[in-house]
């Protein structure tokens, strides 16, 4: 069995957004949409203040209540543990949105463009109209975990075949791979690190994992 | 053009739902109210003029809050894929009950046979508990998904619907009886006990503060003119106050116009999202993890 997973090393994230960016690049997702955001955190009173980066997207879980809930199956847990949604299926009920504890999805109901209700060439080239008046949210990229499997080539060590946040960041707080590869990337960080899934309690599963200190 | 950008720190704390609107809403509303009047007017034992009218309000009730469900989904035509999943999905059983209950509540509307108005009894029954599961299963809203939601929902639904029935039987002339009469004052004393246990349930095993808030400010109004007023209407009633048939009227109004208001506040104005927790700061250098952060939340509860 495989299950795609990501880790995200908390003491590494500089809060820079360029996973953001390369995830709008990436996916094209519409003016104030993001399947990836980067939380700003500050905790604490002065002078003992904290700050802390927090990137958010789909947790991909293992017991996901968007699928639970969807009345059309068009939200479907993948055999290699990614959420996915049909957008031909999905009907735009919204019941996915409110059954997710991360904020994860989106619904746009109408087209959205950067400028004015003019769309810039650039996204003309790009707009998905299925995309319109349903849910939506983070894929891990899928179409490249697809192509490993056409390819050969491996997710989270070949870029090609890699979500495009994890390619992007900066200082290496993204990992992603097989979790039930014990000497897949991700297998052998969480072995050495200490590490929480976020709302675990309502027994979601999910498949990101923030890395907070060494063992 | 409309600014559809947040800053980072908005997205810190829980926040009210926005997808659902005033349209998800009114299924909530007028469903379970019709549901529950359908099953009291299974029991009721009206005469078959009473009885028609109790039931086309009924499916009246259940058919608008579909309607307004119809026009809120964002791609109506392909309305028909929500019976595509009813192995987990409470809004796939909810259309299921209602495309049973639709033809089999016409029926009962044209023949007024006892047992087809029982059948549909059930029916309405199931429709307002599919739709209380419905708010539970969303984990995304801890209001919503706290169990004590589902016995919270289906009392006020049964309260809603009684209070329909005596509506019914004040503007029909039907009897409603003494015993009746306590049934309703039974149901209007569960509703309030269910709420409070539910508030309670919500203060402590957690929620966001905004929700409790709303929640909170919502308690006093809802106790005094959902539950003691209707009471004190009904005991007039049945110690022989004149104009009784008005006053069983305005009794059952409040009763149904309060359990809504209920269900509007929740659905909308108490549903705040779940937003953020970390159980440990990051760790850099040679410092120490800082406590755990949950923006928004006073309580420890998930």
């Known amino acids: ?215 | 053009m409309k600014k559809l950008t947040k800053k980072s720190a908005d997205l810190l704390s829980p926040k009210q739902q926005r997808n659902w609107d005033w349209r998800a809403a009114a299924n909530f509303i007028a469903g379970g109210a019709g549901g529950s009047l359908l099953l009291w007017t299974a029991l009721a034992g009206f005469s078959s003029g009473a009885t028609r009218m109790a039931i086309l309000l009924g499916l009246m009730l259940i058919g608008a809050g579909l309607t307004c469900v119809w026009f809120e989904i964002g791609r109506p035509w392909r309305a028909l894929n929500v019976y595509k999943h009813v192995a987990t999905s409470w809004m796939t059983r909810e259309a299921m009950v209602a495309a049973v209950l639709f033809p089999v509540g016409g029926l009962a509307l044209l023949t007024a046979a006892p047992w087809l108005v029982v059948v549909v009894g059930a029916l309405g029954a199931a429709f307002l508990y599919t739709q209380a599961r419905i708010l539970a299963a969303n984990k995304g809203i801890p209001t919503w998904r706290h169990p004590r939601s589902i016995s919270l929902m289906v009392s006020t639904g049964l309260a809603e619907g009684i209070g329909f029935l005596i509506c019914v039987a004040s503007l029909s002339s039907q009897m409603i009886g003494t015993w009746g009469l306590v049934g309703a004052i039974a149901l209007i004393a569960v509703r309030a006990y269910f709420w409070k246990s539910y508030l309670g349930g919500l203060h402590a095993d957690g929620a966001p503060d905004g929700a409790l808030s709303v929640l909170n400010g919502f308690d006093g109004r809802f106790l005094m003119f959902g539950h003691v007023l209707p009471v004190v209407a009904i005991v007039a009633t049945l110690v022989g106050m004149p104009a009784q048939s008005g006053v069983l009227f305005v009794a059952g109004i409040l009763m149904v116009a309060a359990g809504w208001t209920m269900k509007f506040t929740l659905v909308l104005r108490a549903a705040f999202t779940q937003g953020l927790a970390l159980r440990h700061l990051p760790v850099r250098g040679c410092g120490v993890a800082g406590a755990a952060a949950k923006p928004g939340w006073t309580m420890t509860g998930t």
């Open chain 1, 1 to 215: 069995m495989t299950r795609y997973v990501m880790s995200i090393d908390l003491r590494r994230c500089v809060g820079c957004q360029t996973c953001t960016a390369a995830c709008k690049h990436a996916n094209a997702t519409p003016p104030g949409i993001q399947w990836r955001r980067v939380l700003d955190l500050e905790t604490g009173e002065f002078p003992n203040v904290s700050r802390t980066f927090l990137p958010m997207a789909c947790m991909h879980c293992a017991n996901p209540p968007c699928e639970e809930v969807c009345p059309t199956k068009a939200t479907t847990k993948r055999a290699d543990g990614l959420v996915a949604i049909d957008y031909d299926l999905c009907i735009g009920c919204a019941n996915c949105v409110m059954a997710c504890p991360y904020d994860a999805r989106s619904i746009v109901h109408a087209a959205h463009y950067a400028y004015d209700d003019a769309a810039m060439p650039s996204e003309a080239a790009r707009f998905d109209p299925a995309r319109v008046a349903v849910s939506m949210k983070c894929s891990f990229c899928k179409d490249r975990i697809d192509e490993a499997s056409v390819t050969g080539r491996i997710p989270g060590i070949h870029p090609e075949v890699t979500p495009a946040c994890v390619n992007s960041c900066i200082s290496g707080a993204m990992e992603f791979g097989d979790i039930e590869d014990p000497e897949s990337n991700v297998s052998r960080l969480l072995d050495e690190t200490q590490h929480y899934r976020m709302h675990e309690e309502l027994g979601t599963e999910p498949g990101v994992y923030y890395i907070w200190d060494k063992s």
